[in-house]
């Protein structure tokens, strides 16, 4: 188990560096002058030359790359080219609002998804399952901004019962677990739903048909155990894979909500991001996309050190 876990820690280093190096380096190849944020049309050479000291856009890139990784190893990304504030203050409670939004997302998913996985995978080939595919592959091709715009037209102007935008009447500062605050999370936690429910669905679908078939299953059955114990080991047999699908979503969620946070006006990650690159705010960009890479990363290190407690055959392998 602890050289399992050992492993996965050492694999992750390089993906750590190649991923930091990839931020760093990407955002170079989009166009426009991230300055121009800051300076008049009219600024002369010389403010510009102070201006470009002073972010360190004067030095050659391989130094830039080189002393950016050594401030964020500490926790310092950066200034703000547009707002003037550390990158870090910026992401911290963006990153907080964007988390409280995915986790909310995630469990509506995990639970509609699991629910009409198991369903359809108890009743293979059935009507039932046909018409859960059918909702399954809704959910994933339908584009997150459509199924937002269509829920705010419904719900918030016709019948007006739940807000449209923004994350509470005191803003994200002031973010309380009450109805007048959670209200402003259903909309855009039900269209970031949408596609995890739909994979979580076919994942865990295809999961409990293929293990309904395994002959363990029928010699349990042979036995005269009930259908309760039967679905307990089909669970415990299918939550690993199911877990591994789970926690790739939740990343997912925290990296892909660009979109659905712009449509809600949500104060997270993805319209933190919007807005770092229509000001071609090069420090809060490269900020954010690399915390946002680090999750993924780390989530996917949580996944692999829960799954050989599903499954101990993991930790063997």
């Keep these: 188990m602890f050289e399992y876990l050992a492993k996965r820690l050492l694999y992750a280093v390089p993906i750590c560096i190649t991923v930091s190096a990839l931020c760093f380096s990407l955002v170079y190849l989009a166009p426009g002058d991230p300055l121009s944020a800051v300076l008049p049309a009219d600024a002369s050479q010389e403010i510009i030359d102070d201006v470009k000291a002073q972010y360190g856009l004067d030095k050659p890139v391989y130094v830039q790359y080189a002393l950016w990784l050594g401030r964020a190893v500490t926790g310092d990304l950066g200034t703000s080219i547009g707002s003037g504030r550390p990158v870090a203050e910026e992401i911290g409670q963006a990153i907080v609002n964007s988390l409280i939004l995915a986790a909310f997302a995630s469990v ?79 909309l855009p936690a039900i269209t970031l739903a949408a596609i995890p429910t739909g994979i979580i669905t076919r994942s865990v679908r295809a999961l409990v048909a293929d293990t309904l078939s395994k002959e363990f299953v029928t010699a349990l059955r042979a036995k005269g155990l009930t259908e309760r114990t039967i679905f307990v080991h089909v669970v415990k047999n299918s939550a690993p894979t199911a877990l591994s699908v789970v926690g790739v979503q939740l990343g997912y969620l925290m990296a892909g909500s660009i979109l659905v946070e712009t449509v809600f006006s949500w104060p997270g990650t993805g319209l933190l991001l919007n807005t770092a690159i229509f000001q071609r705010d090069i420090p809060l960009l490269q900020g954010t996309i690399l915390v946002l890479a680090l999750f993924f990363v780390g989530l996917n290190l949580l996944v692999d050190a829960l799954q050989p407690l599903l499954d101990p055959r993991i930790s063997r392998s």
């Design 108 to 186: 509506v998913g995990f639970t509609i998804g699991s629910a009409l996985g198991m369903i359809a995978g108890y009743h293979s080939g059935s009507t039932t399952d046909k018409m859960v595919s059918a909702i399954a592959i809704s959910g994933v091709s339908v584009p997150h901004y459509w199924l937002g715009i269509v829920l705010v037209v419904i719900f918030s102007v016709k019948l007006n019962w739940l807000p449209a935008m923004g994350a509470g009447a005191g803003g994200s500062q002031a973010w309380q677990w009450d109805w007048e605050h959670m209200r402003f999370m259903i």
